[in-house]
């Protein structure tokens, strides 16, 4: 069976079990720590993974630690106040996008370079990689300590006009998750003005037409019905999405070290575990938009060229700044990887 089969089979196999974790579930005694994520808790790469890490802690520290989980900003949104109250210890765990942490790690823009990695499971070597540890080192700089790194998929620009050419929606203006230069580089080739959104605001501002377009996984384009307000969305997984699962060096730090491996050592079986079964879960969401009357088009080899032909010197302007040696060490593995074997 090759590695592409396995993915498939296990991801089927996995997906009808839903983890739980009840935010009122926690027993007297127990010491609550909160998990914010901007995503739903079901059906999404992030919140699967959160919800699965919950319920590892939830029963290796049964008596001592209960953790909440909370979708949907309900808690907080990813922005400067999500990373705050985990500097102040008022939230334990988050998972905001890489695009969300390059002010803290200037590493993380690899995954908005356009058209580093050839596809999700090339990222995915990446991922488990030493090389992915230096965005964590970067992080620990400010006071933050990386778990582990929850995996979701490609982005895919959607816009109110179909577009099979990157200036196809020239003068519009697109949602974008952060003021990352890079991503601002790649709209600014396109035409296309880019308008900082936070995650919960996007659907509204698509249907009001503040914005006409934004790029995003095929699983968070369906979980949050970006589709039902765009006319098409464009296969182009031109970057990559994807989560460190952060905590506070603080808190870390307070636990005694056979505590400590519990956390530690139940994020990197999380990750590496719902990891595996993200790439199913977006191609459910790619089918589950297609089956509800949205629009995606697959473009064709000579179409896809040309995109990544137009993105090209985005990369050799940024590879400095990303960190050359870095860009280069992702470019090796992805050129390396064979996931469908």
């Not at 459910?284 to 629009?295: A, L, Q």
């Not at 050799?316 to 050359?324: C, L, N, Q, T, W």
Request: net charge negative; charged share 20%; proline share 5%.
């Amino acid at each position: 069976m090759n590695r592409l089969t396995k993915y498939l089979t296990l991801a089927a196999m996995a997906l009808p079990v839903a983890a739980t974790a009840d935010p009122t579930g926690c027993d007297t005694g127990e010491e609550v720590l909160k998990f914010s994520v901007v995503t739903a808790l079901q059906g999404h790469p992030k919140g699967e993974a959160a919800l699965a890490y919950a319920d590892y802690i939830n029963a290796e520290m049964d008596g001592r630690y209960c953790v909440e989980v909370y979708g949907r900003s309900e808690l907080y949104p990813d922005d400067e106040t999500l990373f705050q109250a985990m500097l102040d210890g008022d939230l334990h765990f988050a998972a905001p996008s890489f695009a969300k942490i390059s002010g803290y790690a200037a590493k993380a823009d690899i995954f908005n370079l356009p058209f580093l990695f050839d596809g999700p499971l090339h990222v995915l070597e990446f991922l488990q990689s030493e090389e992915i540890n230096q965005i964590g080192d970067q992080m620990s700089d400010d006071g933050f300590a990386a778990l582990g790194y929850i995996s979701n998929g490609m982005r895919q620009f959607s816009s109110t006009v179909p577009m099979r050419r990157p200036g196809d929606a020239e003068g519009q203006t697109f949602r974008v998750s952060s003021s990352s230069p890079v991503t601002a580089a790649v709209l600014d080739i396109m035409g296309i003005t880019p308008m900082k959104l936070k995650f919960s605001e996007v659907y509204d501002n698509l249907a009001n037409g503040t914005v006409q377009g934004q790029e995003n996984t095929f699983a968070n384009i369906q979980k949050m019905g970006f589709y039902e307000v765009q006319a098409a969305v464009t296969e182009t997984n031109h970057t990559y999405i994807g989560y460190p699962m952060l905590t506070s060096q603080r808190f870390l730090d307070s636990l005694d070290a056979e505590t400590r491996a519990v956390f530690l050592i139940g994020a990197q079986l999380i990750t590496h575990e719902r990891n595996r079964f993200a790439f199913e879960l977006n191609q459910i969401s790619r089918r589950s938009i297609i089956e509800d009357d949205g629009v995606v088009l697959a473009l064709s080899p000579a179409e896809m060229q040309a995109w990544r032909d137009a993105f090209a010197p985005v990369l050799d302007e940024f590879k400095p700044s990303v960190g050359a040696e870095f860009v280069d060490a992702a470019i090796r593995i992805n050129a390396a990887a064979d996931p469908y074997n």
